[in-house]
């Protein structure tokens, strides 16, 4: 950690506005860091601005006092610019690498360090005298400094405020010393906060490593989704949602033992608006249906989303606008997962795979293929799920819902109203 020098110290310890300003050195005990912290924000810092004092002071000083063509004078005016370039640089590369921060700080110290030694090297080698810290001239230095941080009402002339182009060799080095012990103090205390950051919460990598963990644990405690599917008549679908379905499910398969018609569904849909449940989310499941066919179903029932459950090709999903979709996949195996996220659609329910069937057979799937699914896309897990069975599956891979038929069914197409409770109970009480 970078410490000031005893010969030539003179800078103000009671300075804290490095600590308030700058905006990325919040208390990160009492607010939660953002991925992307705020950065930037750099000429606010009294770092940075006391930097910037000392380069314009060293500018006009070596145009003064050092020879146009020694290469003293370059190397002065050049550590005097690495100063201030090296804060503002270090400053905006804080939002994605804080090793980067604190190398550039560390640099612009290490620079104005290395300014210091020529200026005290300028004053012994012409029998000037270096001021002690605490003589009236570096207390004055200092007292010009404080009121300057304090009051700055005057916007006169903010070319020399330390009166650099006036003043003897003698003074305009001395003074000169003073900003840039100054700014090393800011600089080095600075670099000690930075470090502390560092060690306690790392670098962007292991931010973003901590914030994709996190953001993974919080899907456990999203509700997960519950769909009733199969309903056939108004006392079922009404006592799926009394007992906390967030949907309901209509078949519109003729071939299916829950089908239902148009008009059946129809008088449901009036029959829960009419029982409390003005908006209630029902989705229609069509197994290679016309596309136009599909979308008056869904207009006229206000349906949530359209289950596309069949063998339908690619371009079909083109013609089902304004239509929510639901796209099925039957799994046989991991061959065809590839599917799964290719085109567009809102959900993709995962139902177990049947030569003659399109679902309801009450068959399972190995849940376990879905894993590397389920935090990219919004998976619902069909196929034999049962009150007794839901919730290791949803440990198992923590898909977004669920969705049973056969499950709480005590026959094709009549739902058993305590296996819905209890399937809903499964689900809702598995520990986050």
Not at 195 to 207: D, K, N, S
Not at 385 to 402: D, K
Request: aromatic share 8%; glycine share 8%.
């Amino acid at each position: 950690m970078p410490q000031n020098t005893e010969k030539s110290d003179q800078s103000d310890p009671s300075d804290m506005s490095d600590l308030s300003n700058l905006s990325d050195l919040s208390d990160t005990s009492k607010k939660r860091r953002r991925l992307i912290p705020q950065h930037g924000g750099y000429r606010k810092l009294r770092s940075f601005q006391t930097a910037q004092l000392v380069y314009d002071a060293t500018a006009i000083f070596c145009s003064r006092f050092v020879d146009k063509h020694s290469r003293t004078r370059d190397q002065m005016i050049q550590a005097a610019r690495s100063g201030v370039q090296n804060i503002a640089e270090g400053s905006m590369a804080s939002a994605t690498s804080k090793k980067s921060e604190l190398k550039l700080t560390g640099v612009a110290w290490a620079s104005l360090e290395e300014l210091l030694l020529d200026y005290e090297d300028f004053l012994r080698q012409r029998g000037l005298q270096i001021w002690p810290k605490d003589s009236p001239e570096v207390l004055a230095v200092r007292g010009k400094y404080r009121s300057d941080r304090s009051d700055r009402s005057d916007k006169s002339d903010k070319s020399d405020p330390y009166n650099i182009g006036t003043a003897s060799a003698e003074a305009a080095a001395n003074t000169i010393i003073c900003l840039i012990n100054q700014a090393s103090f800011l600089l080095g205390r600075q670099l000690r906060r930075l470090e502390q950051m560092f060690l306690e919460e790392g670098g962007f990598t292991e931010r973003l490593y901590r914030e994709r963990t996190r953001s993974r644990r919080n899907l456990l405690t999203i509700p997960i989704k519950i769909k009733i599917c199969g309903m056939t008549n108004g006392g079922d679908a009404l006592a799926a949602l009394n007992a906390g379905a967030d949907f309901i499910g209509f078949v519109f398969y003729p071939h299916s033992p829950r089908y239902v018609t148009l008009e059946q569904a129809v008088e449901i849909m009036n029959f829960l608006r009419r029982s409390g449940f003005p908006e209630p989310r029902a989705v229609g499941v069509f197994v290679n249906e016309k596309p136009e066919t599909v979308v008056e179903y869904y207009r006229r029932l206000g349906l949530y989303a359209a289950q596309i459950h069949g063998d339908e090709p690619p371009d079909y999903f083109s013609r089902l606008a304004p239509c929510r979709i639901i796209r099925t996949i039957r799994i046989k195996g991991a061959e065809n997962l590839e599917a799964l996220g290719r085109g567009d659609a809102w959900a993709w329910l995962c139902d177990a795979w049947h030569p003659e069937h399109y679902g309801g057979t009450g068959k399972r799937i190995d849940v376990a293929l879905l894993a590397p699914y389920v935090s990219k896309h919004r998976i619902i897990l069909a196929g034999g799920l049962t009150p007794e069975n839901v919730s290791e599956v949803i440990r198992a891979v923590n898909p977004y819902g669920v969705d049973v038929s056969s499950g709480v069914e005590s026959a094709p197409g009549k739902k058993d109203y305590e296996k819905i409770r209890a399937f809903i109970r499964a689900v809702r009480d598995i520990p986050s």
